[in-house]
């Protein structure tokens, strides 16, 4: 009663009646006897939500307050939310009163749980009718609450309208929560020419700053431009703490920089800031991923053995999941049976996620599901994730019956059905050529709100390809990249020659933020990012092998021309699907040109291009140039200089007409190398046969057979075929009874051919004894013989 009385005494006297005397009252000397927290409670459920009839009752009660009482008052769900919005205002004025970090995050939940921006912006014009100021705060406030709700472009918006509309110098708190709402919206470049634009302005950025630029960049894979952050960030005398060393650390692990990764820890440990839990793990995790899972374990084990780090949960799953990326299947079950068994840790949602993708991808599909059901009987809720993985491994074994099963429990289980679940549905649809149905999920994906990535529309267009749908094909290509293609959104909405590059985006983005235009900015990058995906080279490269396998060689080079023009580097697959195709079409003069291209844009032709390359070379007659060819690729093969003494030695024994010898070396070559292949001498074995050099090829068998290098059946096929044209029977008997000892299956013309001749040269018990043999190795000769070598062999 006391309170409420006192609060009633602190409340906006009416005005007095004409020519009364006026009123005076002791206002402050009582405030200070009352209960400051009460009276205040009582105030603001007692007036009405007005700054203006507030303001009276609070200035006189504010000498009573403590940052701590108005905090309470904030946080009690009793009090009108609009009242709170106002003292809260109120008190962010007061520089007594004023507590920026405990005041914000008390007033967020009733942002959140209000309409935000009606509210803030309607005390905010309260407070201006009121005569006041639009403190900073109440955006710092709006800004965090949306950018915590996952709201960004709200965030954003607020953040705009606080220095655009309002007039607000925005702090280095608000600069970071709009900076974190932008690096978890995706748009990197619009939080760069923020910092930019908070440098250029006079707030300086403090640790959290730099936290989160670093943690974006590092996310987009660019831990170059992170590094060059944290230099700066050192530069600026601000102090790395653990979580700026770890997001640098877990960068450098995804890039596979473990060296650097390994110097940054031993950094740390220098500069007093020893690295926590999850530091290691991010160390760890990344010498698995890099296959380096042994010496993961004896890090593991050096660590324990300090003392200072306990085998927990996470490091537990990093170790296993390592282990299964590295094909070590029972070992990171083994590794499981030891955390159940010898610790009281226990499995967690992303642990049987691990566990389940290991059971799946060890063909142990029955074990993943016993996985899933006692992930559910202790009372986990399997997430999308752990669906996706089970249902990758049933459309990976063309399981499709339990794969659509899968999918209606989830749906059961209100489980989100998100784009990764409809494109793995999609490739295990496509893969079994059922694509009517993979375009019925690929509608469905629409209907629902799922955009379909760039590996959605692969999956489909090759799959139509497959089915001789090529104009569906064609159609779905357009579609998606006239409808999702960020350049023409940008050539569209900013006009033609504005924005040509990532670097001219980057500008641009930077030149709307210095001008206050960073909402701008953000829509414009969010309209890139949500136009959809991009056709990469994956995808051109499924148009050009359709193109090609129905014969359209023109349409395909035309659209490898495409690729270049669209700023695409088109990559081994691109070049070796062409230069194949071209080949088979004996169109050797296009398919060099190419082969050259690609020489000179630096790319690096695969053994299958090289092998192609020299095939097509050798049946043109041009051996030389063939060999020369593969004398050009050994120095970048085994990253060696071109003057190289060895292949200079090889190759001046070849221009000396000694191939064999020369062929020596290059196998010696090869073996110091550990990479001893036999398709360049089969290939020129085959070339030589073709020029009628068969003394030579015989060389080079022997030399491959001496070497115990396989020579393939089509080689051994082509040298018996000539040695008969030669009557070298001896010798072609030889490479027969080489292939029986291979158990390989010579070409039947060819094992006809011999078989034959040794008749027609009076040797039909040899031909009889070497057809019981291969009799004996498999050859089903009733078959395998025509009658024309039947008749030869058994007439009387």
């Known amino acids: 009663m006391r309170c409420a009385a006192a609060a009633r005494s602190l409340l906006p006297l009416p005005l007095p009646p004409a020519g009364a005397a006026p009123i005076h009252t002791s206002g402050p000397p009582l405030a200070a006897e009352l209960d400051a927290g009460d009276a205040l409670h009582a105030l603001l459920s007692t007036l009405p939500p007005s700054l203006p009839a507030l303001l009276p009752s609070l200035s006189l009660l504010s000498r009573c307050l403590t940052p701590h009482s108005v905090a309470d008052a904030l946080l009690c769900a009793a009090l009108p939310p609009a009242s709170r919005l106002r003292l809260f205002l109120f008190s962010a004025l007061s520089p007594r009163l004023r507590s920026p970090l405990l005041h914000s995050r008390a007033v967020v939940p009733i942002l959140l749980a209000t309409d935000a921006d009606a509210?803030?912006?309607?005390?905010?014009?309260?407070?201006?009718?009121?005569?006041?100021?639009?403190?900073?705060?109440?955006?710092?406030?709006?800004?965090?609450?949306?950018?915590?709700?996952?709201?960004?472009?709200?965030?954003?918006?607020?953040?705009s309208r606080m220095e655009g509309e309002f007039g607000c110098r925005p702090t280095a708190f608000v600069y970071n929560a709009v900076l974190r709402a932008l690096v978890d919206s995706g748009v990197v470049p619009v939080a760069l020419a923020l910092y930019n634009r908070m440098v250029t302005t006079g707030c300086p950025p403090n640790r959290a700053t730099y936290n989160v630029l670093m943690d974006g960049l590092c996310k987009r894979g660019t831990a170059a431009d992170a590094l060059k952050l944290f230099d700066e960030m050192l530069e600026r005398g601000i102090v790395p703490d653990v979580k700026t060393h770890t997001v640098l650390l877990s960068s450098m692990c995804n890039a596979g920089q473990l060296k650097a990764a390994e110097n940054l820890l031993q950094s740390m440990k220098d500069q007093g800031c020893p690295p926590d839990e999850v530091a290691y793990n991010a160390f760890l995790s990344g010498l698995c991923k890099a296959g380096r899972v042994d010496e993961a374990i004896q890090r593991l084990e050096v660590l324990r053995g300090t003392g200072d780090f306990v085998l927990g949960l996470k490091v537990y799953s990093c170790l296993i999941d390592g282990l299964f990326h590295a094909g070590r299947y029972d070992e990171g079950f083994q590794r499981y049976r030891e955390m159940l068994e010898q610790t009281e840790v226990s499995p967690d949602v992303v642990l049987y996620t691990v566990m389940i993708r290991g059971c799946a991808e060890a063909g142990r599909i029955e074990d993943a599901f016993v996985f899933l059901d006692e992930m559910k009987e202790k009372g986990f809720t399997p997430d999308t994730f752990c669906y996706n993985t089970l249902l990758k491994a049933l459309c990976d074994v063309g399981d499709l019956d339990r794969a659509r099963s899968l999918m209606s429990e989830m749906a059961q289980n209100n489980v989100v059905l998100d784009t990764a679940t409809h494109t793995i549905m999609i490739c295990g649809l496509c893969k079994k050529r059922l694509v009517d149905e993979a375009l019925q999920v690929f509608d469905e994906m629409g209907k629902v709100g799922c955009p379909p990535t760039v590996m959605t529309y692969n999956a489909l267009i090759n799959g139509l390809y497959r089915a001789r749908k090529l104009e569906e094909a064609r159609m779905l290509f357009y579609k998606m990249e006239m409808g999702n293609n960020p350049s023409l959104f940008l050539r569209l909405t900013l006009g033609a020659n504005?924005?040509?590059?990532?670097?001219?985006?980057?500008?641009?983005?930077?030149?709307?933020?210095?001008?206050?235009?960073?909402?701008?900015?953000?829509?414009?990058?969010?309209?890139?990012?949500?136009?959809?995906?991009?056709?990469?080279?994956?995808?051109y490269n499924t148009l050009i092998n359709g193109l090609c396998k129905v014969r359209n060689l023109d349409g395909a080079l035309k659209l490898f021309k495409d690729i270049q023009l669209k700023g695409f580097t088109p990559d081994e697959i691109t070049y070796g699907t062409l230069i194949d195709r071209l080949l088979r079409t004996r169109r050797e003069n296009d398919a060099m040109m190419l082969f050259h291209d690609m020489l000179q844009s630096g790319g690096t032709p695969s053994l299958s291009i090289y092998n192609s390359m020299m095939r097509s070379l050798c049946r043109k007659n041009k051996l030389s140039q063939a060999i020369n060819l593969w004398f050009d690729h050994l120095p970048k093969k085994y990253n060696l200089?071109?003057?190289?003494?060895?292949?200079?030695?090889?190759?001046?024994?070849?221009?000396?007409?000694?191939?064999?010898?020369?062929?020596?070396?290059?196998?010696?070559?090869?073996?110091?190398?550990?990479?001893?292949?036999?398709?360049?001498?089969?290939?020129?074995?085959?070339?030589?046969?073709?020029?009628?050099?068969?003394?030579?090829?015989?060389?080079?068998?022997?030399?491959?057979?001496?070497?115990?290098?396989?020579?393939?059946?089509?080689?051994?096929?082509?040298?018996?075929?000539?040695?008969?044209w030669e009557r070298n029977l001896n010798a072609a008997v030889d490479v027969m009874l080489y292939t029986l000892s291979k158990r390989f299956i010579m070409s039947q013309p060819a094992g006809n051919r011999l078989l034959r001749s040794l008749c027609i040269c009076h040797r039909r018990k040899d031909a009889q004894a070497l057809a019981w043999r291969m009799h004996l190795v498999g050859y089903d000769m009733d078959a395998y013989l025509r009658e024309s070598t039947k008749g030869l062999l058994y007439s009387q």
Request: glycine share 6%; with cysteine; net charge negative.
């Open 498 to 539: 504005q924005v040509r590059d990532s670097e001219s985006l980057q500008k641009l983005v930077d030149s709307m933020c210095q001008s206050g235009q960073v909402l701008k900015a953000y829509k414009l990058l969010r309209g890139i990012i949500d136009s959809g995906v991009v056709p990469d080279v994956v995808t």
């Open 641 to 724: 200089s071109a003057e190289d003494e060895v292949i200079a030695s090889a190759r001046k024994k070849f221009d000396d007409g000694s191939l064999d010898e020369a062929v020596r070396e290059l196998i010696k070559i090869d073996q110091e190398h550990g990479s001893v292949n036999s398709s360049p001498y089969t290939i020129w074995l085959i070339g030589l046969c073709q020029a009628r050099r068969i003394d030579d090829a015989l060389k080079i068998f022997r030399i491959l057979e001496k070497f115990g290098i396989d020579v393939t059946p089509a080689c051994c096929s082509h040298l018996t075929k000539y040695l008969c």
């Open 119 to 159: 509210a803030m912006y309607d005390a905010v014009a309260d407070a201006q009718a009121a005569g006041l100021r639009p403190p900073a705060a109440a955006f710092e406030a709006l800004v965090f609450a949306h950018a915590s709700a996952g709201r960004h472009h709200e965030a954003v918006e607020a953040f």
